[in-house]
């Protein structure tokens, strides 16, 4: 009994099968209960639209602005359609062809992040603003940032007094992590040295590229083929990132050369020293950021490091559904966003443990996170999973 | 679409792969068991030696073994059935799963007579094991109902055919299990017991054979949850004997005088509750309410349609 | 919403290649607005849909008119423990249902291979099965009671948290069931709950041939160790598996079986040894088992990722649903494979073997006129000879408007009226998803 018709070859990029199982992890679909605001909508709408059975028209465009980007709807999808890319490209056409303007705010930021050095110094203030306890804007988060001090020089100067000898990385150092949120790039250096990681920062890198995917600006290619040239030659295991968002986008720039990981999943694969257990009642909960679990396909955090901050920990409710920041969703579509983020914050209320800390591993999930304050009645703290990690610059130095 | 010529009835037939036997509906047990037994199966759900299967349907859509095979129209999966004109038509099929249609076989199986009966069923059958046992626990009310309560929340209440609590006035109440499991298992159901009874102070003891308990006169279908509750209420009532069918939320209940009046006194105090939650009364003896609207014009529609007067 | 675009994505349900555009969608906020729009749609076609995970053309507009999209209506309203039942609103999706009995050691069984997303109203217009509904049985063993929304847009419950008839003299929920939407808008529903197994062993046994795969299945179906699924994949949709990035070192040209027993710990670990003896005697070299849930996910894998995969391989692809008598498997198998060759393209088969319930997948390309045509041609063939050695249409998607052409194949002249009178007394126009399951059920303004 066999057959003699042979079974067709995988074509990965084949189309979407219909089946629906993207809706339910869709926070869009969830969000409105509309179908045409969901992957398997889209999809077909654009390739109605492609094959010309359907006009462009406003409500193609609306939807297509709806998606957040979190891409839960590639992990779901049991046929493999890389939504991601197709979304990418859609989103790219149709600010191209002026279907879909982004915010004035975001052109000018796209524009900035392409001149690292110039970002740097315009951000100045607002690193001294946070180094003294000032916060201008709901989306900015409390830190100690060194106002002057570069990553780079940072690390230079840990690297020669403590000399590790382990593996070799390159840190990449981000652009609006650099310019605003430098203290966790500062802990990033302190835990990797303190685990006899060599950490390498290639000085022309610039941004990865996330803001200009995110917004379907031009410029992604310029600052890819910048960052290539970057991360070459430097003889390095691979490029760590502190970022889930850049970290997926640089990975896709570099396409294995070096590979890319995300500094808590490299840690976790080396044997992590831990810090002591925090004693009391604090209660971290970690919530994973969609470009870790759906961009980079990660399982999540590697239990081990988290297990390595000393404190209780466990995932937050739905740890893998999108915060709504969607990189600059939450700027793009603050309704929608701060909706995601209402339903998905709910459960501090009422969450065990005192003090209550929000822990992940993308700035700008931290940054929606932070927005939660005014939503959520009890006070909390948020914090990057790699700040946990970290022996302070005095225990390093004396240890 | 163009219909079939002729109807497609069922043949008599058994079919020990598929485990379906198709009889006439008036055969009794010992009839059924005998076509079953010869391919080591069982038809599980039977209340009555005597009876034929039809009347024992249309006496309680439960058996006590509902508990763990679901009730009669879970069970009967085909039917050749003869309209009150005379006309033939199958309903169902002789296969367990089917989305085919409206699903007239469990509609006309819960409507006793009105829309003509009967002539053939094709029943599910189920392996038989060659362990047969009833076991029982008894010991004050209070901590039986809690046993009862405790085992219905365990997959054990899966294995078990039946699990059922008796209420009549001047005996103590207990809860009956029966079990029909392969013989290497029937420790493991003593054990489970057994700390059952311990961990409750309830005595247990155990008899060979399942259950028949006969044809009841009243049913009531409740939840599970108030099952047992409803069951003490009407064994207060002289000459009652309650069955409650634990997991169904079924009281089965057996009288000394089975008149119409005696059962509509029993049953009228309950409809205004029982209706509430989607539950009901039925009798074999007492023909049930007459339709209120909408419900007359829906079956004056029926009746049209399918050509009855 | 009326726009071409947003009536694009109502187009179709999980059968994709077959679009139906509405005319306009509407998405209810509560079950009142529900009633409501009812009550005031006149002279249009009305079609409810969940998740529109359907493979049988059922939520979709067939003749155009307004597509109701209850996915807004998604509360879990109650769950007793006691009872053993809960109280669902139509939208509630299956997996989060699960998600919220699982603390309470309960569960509700039926299990659709789309349980991510589907919601329990379309389980119940469809009456779902799903892998474990070969003990468990389908959805319509667990519905106690249904609310719906009639076409006047009066609201009535038939059945409750008891599961009886209420205060009706008929159980009119039995003819809801399954009804494919057909004879309202179901809004809520009242479950039948049941505890969760407190353990489970999973195998999976390979064969080189039919007849000792046809072995293992009869010995499973009469094992006293009840399994709660019989899965069998063909040596195509193994193969198919075997080339894909999930391959598993499995025979490509083997049959194989998954099987599944649960219960309480102290019966089911005795069970395994014989029902591994079962596997083994029917004349498999190589049958593994495990009771860890690692083991027991890996060992399901491969029955898990047939759908995701014909997706990957294949622009379209036709299932169907048929239920047969077991001992016709070879028969069936042997028609799909030469139907399968001599159009040219390949089936790959996959059945609910415990319940007799095949789905042979054809791989096709909808594009070409000839090709749907022919897959086409070999449904209706293969529905009559299902038909023919006793079997069903449909055990588990429901007919929609994809198998209602083979329904003549089934109901003789009077069987037939007493079909078509039942949408006569709720539905008589036909406004309620009209073309679906009856062909001659025709929406006439």
């Given at each position: 009994m066999k057959q003699t018709a042979a079974l067709p070859q995988f074509d990965p990029?084949?189309?979407?099968?219909?089946?629906?199982?993207?809706l339910e992890v869709c926070p869009t679909y969830q969000l409105t209960?509309?179908?045409?605001?969901?992957p398997r909508g889209r999809l077909r709408i654009w390739r109605e639209e492609a094959a010309g059975r359907l006009e462009a028209e406003p409500m193609t465009d609306f939807y297509t602005s709806e998606c957040?980007?979190?891409?839960?709807c590639e992990t779901a999808c049991p046929a493999g359609v890389p939504y991601g890319e197709i979304f990418e490209k859609t989103r790219h056409e149709h600010v191209a062809t002026g279907r879909f303007k982004p915010k004035l705010e975001l052109k000018v930021a796209a524009m900035a992040v392409g001149y690292p050095a110039l970002f740097n110094l315009a951000l100045t203030p607002v690193r001294a603003l946070r180094s003294l306890g000032?916060?201008?804007?709901?989306l900015v988060f409390p830190g100690r940032p060194?106002?002057?001090?570069s990553t780079a020089a940072y690390a230079r100067r840990f690297m020669a007094l403590r000399k590790p000898d382990g593996p070799r990385v390159a840190l990449l150092t981000g652009c609006l992590m650099e310019a605003m949120f430098r203290e966790i790039n500062f802990a990033t250096v302190r835990v990797l040295i303190e685990n006899n990681v060599r950490v390498v920062i290639p000085d022309d890198q610039g941004c990865c590229g996330a803001f200009q995917e995110h917004t379907g600006l031009d410029g992604v290619e310029a600052l890819r083929a910048k960052n290539r040239q970057a991360f070459d030659?430097?003889?390095?295991?691979c490029v760590v990132s502190n970022s889930a968002g850049c970290g997926f986008a640089l990975a896709k720039t570099l396409d294995g050369k070096p590979p890319v990981r995300d500094v808590l999943g490299f840690l976790g694969g080396l044997g992590i020293k831990p810090r002591p257990r925090v004693a009391g009642n604090a209660r971290v909960y970690v919530d994973l950021p969609c470009h870790l679990v759906?961009?980079?396909?990660?399982?999540?955090?590697?239990k081990a490091v988290l297990d390595a901050t000393g404190y209780e920990w466990e995932l937050a409710?739905?740890?893998?559904?999108?915060?709504?920041?969607g990189g600059i969703y939450n700027i793009q579509k603050p309704e929608n966003a701060r909706e995601i983020l209402a339903r998905k914050s709910a459960f501090l209320d009422d969450a065990?443990?005192?003090p209550v800390i929000l822990a992940t591993s993308n700035h700008v999930c931290m940054m929606q996170w932070n927005s939660a304050r005014s939503l959520v009645r009890r006070p909390f703290q948020v914090h990057h999973v790699i700040q946990l990690l970290d022996p302070g610059e005095k225990a390093l130095l004396n240890s | 679409m163009k219909a079939l010529m002729e109807e497609r009835l069922f043949e008599p037939f058994i079919d020990a792969t598929d485990g379906v036997l198709c009889l006439p509906?008036?055969?009794d047990a010992a009839e059924i068991e005998r076509e079953a037994a010869l391919h080591g199966?069982?038809?599980?759900?039977?209340?009555?030696?005597?009876?034929r299967l039809c009347d024992q349907v249309a006496a309680s859509p439960?058996?006590?073994?509902s508990s763990r095979f679901g009730p009669y129209c879970d069970n009967i999966t085909g039917m050749n059935w003869e309209l009150p004109d005379g006309r033939r038509v199958r309903v169902g099929e002789?296969?367990?799963k089917s989305t085919t249609g409206y699903d007239l076989l469990r509609f006309l199986l819960g409507t006793t007579g009105r829309y003509g009966g009967p002539v053939d069923y094709v029943l599910r059958l189920r392996p038989a094991c060659d362990v047969v046992q009833t076991f029982f626990l008894r010991g004050d009310l209070s901590p039986l109902r809690m046993a009862a309560a405790e085992i219905l929340q365990t997959s054990w209440i899966h294995w078990f055919d039946s699990m059922d609590f008796l209420a009549a006035q001047g005996c103590g109440p207990l809860l009956r299990i029966a079990v029909n499991c392969p013989p290497g298992e029937g420790d493991a159901y003593m054990d489970f017991l057994s700390k059952m009874a311990d961990k409750h102070r309830l005595s247990l003891d155990h008899s060979p054979g399942l259950p028949l308990d006969g044809c009841p006169d009243l049913v009531i279908k409740t939840s599970p949850a108030l099952v047992l509750d409803t069951a003490l209420r009407l064994a207060e009532h002289p000459g009652t004997k309650c069955v409650a069918l634990c997991c169904c939320g079924v009281v089965h209940l057996f009288l000394a005088d089975p008149g119409p009046e005696a059962i509509l006194l029993l049953a009228r105090p309950l409809e205004k509750e029982l209706y509430a939650i989607g539950g009901d009364w039925s009798s074999r003896h007492v023909r049930t309410n007459a339709p209120a609207s909408p419900e007359a014009d829906w079956i004056l529609t029926l009746r049209k349609e399918w050509g009855l007067p | 919403m009326t726009s071409p675009a947003q009536m694009a994505g109502y187009?179709?349900?999980?059968?994709?290649?077959k679009t139906f555009p509405p005319d306009a969608v509407v998405i209810p906020a509560d079950a009142d607005d529900l009633a409501r729009v009812i009550a005031v749609l006149k002279g249009v076609p009305i079609c409810l849909r969940g998740?529109?995970?359907?493979?049988?053309?059922?939520?979709?507009a067939a003749q155009g008119g307004v597509v109701i999209h209850?996915?807004?209506?998604?509360?879990?309203?109650k769950i007793c423990p006691e009872g053993l039942w809960c109280e669902v609103e139509c939208g509630v999706n299956l997996n989060r249902l699960d998600q919220a009995l699982a603390p309470y050691g309960l569960c509700y069984p039926?299990?659709?291979?789309s349980g991510p997303v589907c919601t329990i109203g379309g389980n119940v217009a469809s009456n779902a099965g799903g892998?474990?509904?070969?003990?468990?049985?389908?959805?319509g063993n667990y519905v106690l009671g249904v609310e719906v929304v009639l076409l006047d847009g009066s609201v009535h419950r038939f059945?409750?948290?008891?599961?009886g008839r209420g205060?009706?003299?008929?159980?009119?929920k039995r003819l809801m069931i399954g009804s494919e939407g057909t004879l309202g808008a179901f809004t809520r529903f009242w479950l039948r709950l049941t505890p969760r197994a407190e353990k489970a062993w999973t195998f999976r046994a390979t064969y080189a041939d039919l007849a000792s795969t046809e072995r293992a299945i009869h010995g499973l179906v009469r094992h006293?160790?009840?399994?709660?699924a019989i899965e069998l994949m063909d040596p195509r949709a193994v193969a198919l598996v075997e080339s894909?990035?999930?391959?598993?070192?499995?025979?490509?040209?083997h049959f194989m079986i998954v099987t599944e027993i649960d219960g309480p710990a102290a019966l089911v670990d005795r069970r395994v040894e014989s029902v591994a003896e079962v596997l083994r005697s029917a004349g498999s070299k190589d049958v593994q088992f495990g009771d860890s849930p690692e083991a027991r996910k890996n060992l399901f894998q491969a029955r898990k990722a047939m759908g995701g995969l014909l997706g990957q391989i294949s622009p379209d692809y036709l299932v169907q649903d048929a239920v047969i008598p077991k001992r016709a498997l070879a028969e069936l198998l042997q028609l799909i494979y030469d139907e399968a060759d001599q159009a040219g393209f390949p089936a790959v088969t996959v059945m609910h073997a415990g319940d007799g319930n095949l789905h042979p997948n054809f791989l096709f390309d909808s594009s070409k006129p000839e090709e749907l045509e022919k897959v086409e041609g070999i449904s209706k063939r293969l529905m009559e000879r299902v038909v023919a050695v006793?079997?069903?249409?449909?055990?588990?998607?429901?007919?929609?408007?994809?198998?209602?052409?083979?329904m003549g194949m089934v109901f003789g002249p009077d069987s037939l009226r007493l079909q078509l009178a039942i949408p006569q007394i709720f539905n008589p126009r036909h406004?309620?998803?009209?073309?679906?399951?009856?062909?001659?059920?025709r929406f006439a303004a």
């Open positions: 990029l084949s189309a979407c099968v219909h089946c629906g199982f993207c209960g509309d179908e045409n605001n969901s957040v980007g979190c891409l839960a000032f916060l201008p804007h709901p060194a106002v002057l001090e030659g430097h003889d390095v295991e759906h961009g980079q396909k990660a399982d999540g955090i590697p409710p739905c740890a893998k559904d999108c915060c709504g920041s065990a443990g005192e | 509906s008036g055969s199966l069982r038809f599980p759900l039977v209340v009555d030696e005597s009876a439960f058996a006590p073994a002789r296969v367990v | 187009a179709s349900d999980g059968l994709g290649y998740a529109g995970t359907s493979l049988s053309g059922g939520p979709v209850t996915s807004r209506l998604r509360a879990i309203r039926p299990d659709p291979s892998a474990h509904c070969f003990r468990y049985g389908v959805t059945g409750g948290p008891a599961g205060r009706w003299q008929e159980d009119w006293p160790a009840f399994p709660v894909s990035s999930m391959a598993m070192g499995l025979p490509k040209d006793g079997g069903t249409l449909s055990g588990e998607h429901g007919i929609g408007n994809d198998k209602s052409e083979y406004v309620f998803n009209p073309l679906k399951v009856f062909p001659e059920r």
